[in-house]
């Protein structure tokens, strides 16, 4: 049994629509089957899909913990630096209304008290995250990730198109709407805007015009890849914010195929103990289109 407590202020919505988001990676079914048995309790009461709750309400879930507290996949950790792989879909951290039960974090807590993440990643993008477990590699870490120093982060991604040339530098300017949570890229500076620089290099073509890329954001800045890219006219596969919903639907794709593959932690980092590793995550098979 897990005992969970709505966030405080959460307005009342259906039980099943809360337990989809604050257990994103739960599968559907599972939760169906939880829900048709009465496997969750609403203050004490066993509740099927017609429940309401509202913060402050607490849960019980009678699911198999395998399916509510996984295990993190982790590719390094010395006690003080843990470096994590985060599957595509699941959130680094709770929400705006601090929803998130099932989220990188707590998953590393469980491990790792008082874990703190050094950087994050969207939720729909996947691959290596580093958090940290003790508050000096925190700071270092904070500092090289702040400066662009120190650390050099590599994505594979499909892109939508082929290209003209091999490789590139793309420089532009991110305006954030943080009321939206979405990005505008720029061609010319303005008030807010933050400029931008983004490399890719073409792996390979894929067939039926997608084109498999590596792409290094020399500036690490919100949704800079998939805006970047999209502005580019190469949008990335499944990205339903930036991209093109019309080839995300001709292709049949439900998830945003870009993954944080490798992290290089440089010689002359702030992460001093760290110089010169290389973490790597397998990109996984995004099928065939």
Not at 34 to 39: G, I, R, S, T, V
Not at 52 to 62: E, M, P, R
Not at 155 to 172: I, K, M, Q
Not at 208 to 216: D, F, H, I, S, W
Request: proline content about 6%.
């Amino acid at each position: 049994m897990t005992s969970h407590t709505v966030p405080g202020g959460i307005p009342a919505m259906p039980l099943e629509r809360y337990l989809r988001r604050a257990w994103p990676m739960l599968p559907g079914w599972i939760i169906r089957e939880a829900l048709k048995k009465k496997d969750v309790r609403v203050n004490g009461a066993r509740c099927g899909a017609e429940a309401i709750v509202k913060g402050g309400d607490a849960l019980s879930l009678y699911i198999d913990a395998r399916w509510l507290e996984p295990a993190p996949e982790i590719l390094f950790s010395d006690g003080r630096l843990i470096v994590a792989v985060k599957p595509q879909g699941l959130p680094v951290d709770v929400d705006r209304d601090g929803v998130g039960a099932d989220t990188l974090l707590t998953r590393l807590e469980r491990r790792w008290p008082g874990a703190r993440l050094c950087h994050r990643l969207d939720a729909a993008t996947g691959g290596i995250v580093l958090a940290a477990a003790d508050e000096a590699v925190l700071e270092q870490a904070l500092d090289a990730f702040r400066d662009h120093r120190g650390v050099g982060k590599a994505y594979r991604a499909l892109a939508v198109g082929t290209f003209d040339r091999p490789e590139g530098t793309l420089d532009a300017f991110l305006l954030k709407d943080a009321r939206r949570a979405e990005v505008k890229i720029l061609h010319n500076s303005a008030p807010g805007a933050k400029p931008i620089r983004t490399r890719y290099r073409v792996i390979g073509a894929r067939g039926n015009g997608l084109t498999e890329v590596a792409l290094e954001p020399v500036t690490g800045r919100t949704h800079q890849l998939r805006a970047h890219m999209a502005d580019f006219g190469h949008p990335l596969l499944g990205d339903d914010r930036y991209g093109d919903r019309a080839a995300n639907r001709r292709y049949q794709c439900a998830r945003l195929c870009l993954w944080h593959e490798r992290l290089t932690v440089s010689d002359d980092s702030p992460l001093v103990d760290y110089r010169g590793m290389i973490f790597e995550a397998r990109t996984p098979e995004w099928g065939k289109f």
